[in-house]
């Protein structure tokens, strides 16, 4: 038999010991309480029981983790926040977490010996050290960086108090506000809040630090995105008083003389245009621009004519000219500083947020119909077949000969042009028409990916409410702008590598490995072959998506290639673009709104010897960091503008609730099917726990949810009804349940590898459970 052990005696444990304790050790944890009282074993049960005390009639305040304080005390390292000086000069701070009801003590900060003085508002991890009824802190090093997040909500008024309900659609709780928290903010108000220390019946204390809106306004949709991925809206007054001071062109110019049909001739277009001899006059050459209906800035303008050369019959001059937003944006100006910050603009259904003031953006950037605009064009010259004889770029001055819609510029084409449209103007669009059809010959030898992806298209009503959502028309006269711009934008790549001039590239990586494993993987479920081995082309992908036309997957199709390519970046090292099959790309046509295309426009004037405000030494050295700046700031535009759409269409479907629907399946989780709807594009989840009473196995090769019992399966692309059980427009949230038949009844597809639904298991496999 072992012999009995007998404990050795501890000290005595108590609420005053351990407050006598943490009195000379402040910010000490559970852990370290046990260390200093020498406890061991069932001992330290003893001290939870003790803390848990303690905490419950207010002595202590701090967690058992991170550490514990005596109420009213501060532990010897903490965050601290200046707030000002006091009238001796000195620094005055409080300290970020604060427990308890009465004021904080006094914290005077000893100024750093290096690094500055530190501002108000900044945070600091300090040493305290008390002194009487203060405290003296010392800085161990500074956490402006490290201030509490803000978090976006609507400001709800309950019975019991005051509520937060956070736009984050991935957010699971409320949080609980004091009167005294609010800062004026009303009930069904959105605001910002910051945490602070402690809770209100069970939710976590915040405070109102910015009133944004009232949600009874439709507007206010909008600024949910804007503020929750921190887009910039408001101009700096020195930003706003160089647009405002900005004048329109009235520098020299230079004659282009005019050759027939073919517009400027190679010699007025040489790589002195725009230079000391002055800009190319381009006002006689009947450009026009095309754009949406809803179209905010007008940046690109096109013309095209037959070529008069003997040696190119058949062929076509072409003509792209576009804003010359360098003209008033300059190298290290307040405007180019502020356009930089913010890399592009964000569209929304209700209002831009534009790079770039209005004063340029909308008025003298913007290539306005019969109004003189400075511009950067190119002359490309194509031969019947739609091969690039040759380009050249120029600095000028024109003048559009109309402002025209995709809409307008498709009934021309048809040969039902809109009255009153003078005949230049009609003989422009049938030279433009004539040069597109020979450009296609060249594009479809080119194959790039050719993805057929609806547009939703949010209208807004008088009242800034909804009237309709539908999907825009995919017209041929877009086709021929984006065709037009792709190739200029090639041009402008080709030229600035032969002239051995840095500059920003648009890159679109091929897939990856196991994005391509995945791919073939699920198109064996559909009898389609993708060989894994292959060196994968666009055209490979192009020869799926025709196989699926007609066909029930033909949808879902073109979302599953699409999520299997990489994302198109900007970089200063050049790639190639995958999905539009060339090696040299950059973005020079829309300089209004993206930053890297007024980088491309300085590279060339640098490199045409165009003027004095080219790129210069300091942003050739800092072109990789502008460019992994820019795609980040493109990618918050591109996410903030979703999420936008997504609370309008939100706030649409709020009066359909009940309503049913048919949809099909555009994604597949373990935790349920995203389904996306025929009539307006809607998406939103239909829960696994709404697909009936059997238990549901994620295959994720397959791309489907397979019921255990029944084998019946919801599959990508298959067709459902739905019923709309919940929208919710703060968080642009819809949730589905199942109406009706859908899905794979006893789902036997081509399953990879023998691990599919209906493929026998091997050994000791099992199901996953819930």
């Known amino acids: 038999m072992k012999k009995k052990t007998t404990r050795k005696n501890t000290p005595a444990l108590d609420k005053a010991r351990v407050l006598e304790l943490l009195a000379s050790n402040p910010g000490a944890n ?313 890399g592009n603009s964000a569209y929304f259904p209700d209002r831009v947020v534009p790079m770039l003031p209005e004063e340029l953006s909308a008025d003298l950037c913007s290539l306005k119909e019969g109004l003189d605009r400075p511009c950067l064009a190119v002359r490309m010259v194509f031969d019947v077949k739609g091969r690039k004889r040759s380009h050249t770029f120029l600095r000028g001055l024109m003048r559009s000969a109309a402002r025209l819609t995709y809409q307008q510029a498709q009934a021309a084409f048809e040969g039902r042009p809109d009255k009153g449209m003078s005949e230049t103007v009609q003989r422009t669009l049938a030279q433009l028409w004539a040069a597109y059809r020979t450009l296609t010959v060249e594009r479809t030898l080119r194959d790039p990916l050719d993805l057929d992806l609806p547009e939703r298209r949010v209208a807004l009503g008088p009242d800034g409410k909804v009237a309709s959502i539908a999907y825009r028309d995919r017209l041929e006269s877009m086709k021929l702008i984006e065709e037009f711009m792709v190739l200029a934008n090639v041009c402008a790549a080709e030229s600035l590598e032969e002239k051995r001039t840095p500059l920003i590239y648009r890159v679109h990586d091929t897939p990856s490995r196991e994005k391509l494993f995945a791919f073939s993987d699920f198109l064996r479920t559909l009898n389609l072959n993708f060989a894994r081995g292959q060196v994968v082309k666009p055209g490979a992908f192009n020869r799926i998506l025709t196989q699926g036309k007609g066909k029930p997957h033909e949808a879902v199709l073109n979302d599953i290639v699409l999520r299997s390519q990489a994302q198109a970046v900007y970089d200063d090292v050049n790639i190639g673009h995958f999905g539009l099959n060339l090696a040299k790309y950059a973005h020079f046509t829309s300089p209004i709104r993206r930053y890297a295309d007024l980088i491309v426009h300085r590279a060339l004037i640098r490199a045409f010897g165009f003027g004095e405000d080219g790129l210069t030494n300091g942003e050739i050295g800092k072109l990789k960091a502008t460019a992994e700046h820019i795609t980040l700031t493109e990618r918050r535009a591109m996410a903030a503008e979703r999420d936008s759409t997504d609370r309008y269409v939100a706030a649409y479907m709020a009066d359909r609730v009940g309503a049913e629907f048919p949809a099909r399946v555009t994604g597949v989780t373990r935790f349920g099917l995203f389904v996306r709807l025929a009539e307006t594009g809607a998406e939103g989840l239909l829960p696994v726990r709404a697909l009936g009473g059997e238990f549901f196995r994620h295959d994720e090769r397959a791309q489907a949810l397979v019921g255990e019992r029944s084998g019946h399966a919801f599959r990508m692309g298959d067709p459902v009804t739905v019923r709309l059980e919940e929208a919710a427009p703060v968080t642009g949230g819809l949730r589905f349940s199942l109406a009706g038949a859908g899905g794979t009844p006893a789902f036997r597809g081509k399953a990879p590898r023998g691990r599919g639904p209906g493929a026998a298991k091997k050994p000791g496999f099992r199901p996953k459970k819930r």
């Open 30 to 342: 559970k852990r370290d309480l046990a260390r200093l009282l020498g406890l061991k074993g069932s001992d330290r049960i003893h001290l939870k029981r003790v803390l848990k005390e303690l905490e419950q009639d207010g002595s202590i305040a701090g967690s058992k983790k991170r550490g514990l304080t005596r109420r009213g005390e501060l532990p010897e390292v903490t965050v601290v926040e200046i707030t000002g000086t006091d009238t001796d000069g000195e620094y005055r701070a409080r300290p970020v977490s604060w427990d308890s009801d009465e004021e904080p003590p006094v914290i005077y900060v000893v100024p750093p010996k290096e690094g500055g003085a530190p501002a108000p508002g900044a945070r600091l991890l300090a040493r305290l050290d008390r002194q009487g009824d203060h405290y003296e802190a010392r800085v161990i090093r500074r956490l402006e960086s490290e201030a509490p997040s803000r978090i976006l909500g609507v400001l709800r008024e309950h019975p019991k108090g005051f509520r937060l309900e956070p736009v984050d659609k991935k957010a699971r709780t409320e949080y609980a506000l004091e009167k005294s928290d609010l800062g004026g903010a009303k009930h069904n108000e959105l605001v910002a809040v910051e945490p602070v220390s402690g809770r209100i019946a069970g939710f976590s204390r915040v405070r109102v630090v910015e009133r944004i809106g009232s949600m009874d306004s439709p507007r206010t949709i909008s600024l949910i995105a804007i503020h929750e991925h921190g887009i910039p809206t408001e101009f700096p007054a020195a930003v706003l008083a160089q647009a405002k001071a900005a004048k329109p062109y009235s520098g020299p110019l230079r004659p282009s003389h005019l050759i027939g049909a073919t517009g400027i001739s190679p010699a007025s277009a040489d790589a002195r245009g725009g230079g000391e001899a002055g800009r190319v006059d381009l006002r006689a050459i009947p450009l026009v621009t095309i754009d949406p209906s809803d179209a905010r800035d007008h940046d690109d303008a096109v013309w095209a004519g037959p070529d008069d050369d003997p040696k190119n019959p058949g062929g076509h001059v072409c003509l792209v000219a576009i804003a010359d937003v360098a003209h008033y944006v300059t190298p290290g100006s307040a405007l180019d500083k502020e356009a930089f910050k913010r």
